[in-house]
């Protein structure tokens, strides 16, 4: 089992930028794919970044250039740093661990989440 906490949401100018922390424990998850998906009112959960065991990222479009993912297994830590936030990146930001290798973008290939942490982008 592992379990996933998240932290670092918070409320933020546009333009501005936050760091999300996702700790892990239960056991290491350096072999877990992991990523991070987000939620905003009225909307679909989805997913921003993934990053694989190799350490291979992947982004989905919209945070492509602004957001960076990255873990330290060390520490059985995932990262998200996101700069550049816009209003429209106002969500529930999720991470969330496979029990794979590899970084899938659909939210039911997950099988571990956290609570999520709340990141609010005023305009």
């Known amino acids: 089992q592992v379990q996933l906490v998240e932290s670092g949401g918070g409320l933020v100018q546009a333009g501005g930028s936050l760091r999300l922390s996702c700790a892990a424990s239960?056991?290491?998850?350096?072999?877990?794919?992991v990523g991070w998906f987000r939620q905003g009112p009225g909307k679909e959960r989805e997913f921003v970044a993934g990053?694989?065991?190799?350490?291979?990222?992947y982004y989905t479009d919209s945070v492509k250039g602004r957001f960076t993912i990255s873990r330290d297994n060390a520490k059985n830590g995932v990262y998200l740093q996101m700069n550049s936030l816009k209003p429209e990146d106002t969500a529930v930001y999720y991470c969330?661990?496979?029990?794979?290798?590899?970084?899938?973008?659909?939210?039911?290939?997950?099988?571990?989440w956290g609570q999520g942490t709340q990141v609010t982008v005023s305009s």
């Open positions: 969330a661990a496979r029990s794979n290798i590899i970084v899938r973008t659909t939210a039911d290939d997950y099988r571990y």
């Open positions: 239960g056991r290491a998850f350096s072999n877990n794919a």
């Open positions: 990053i694989a065991w190799s350490g291979a990222t």
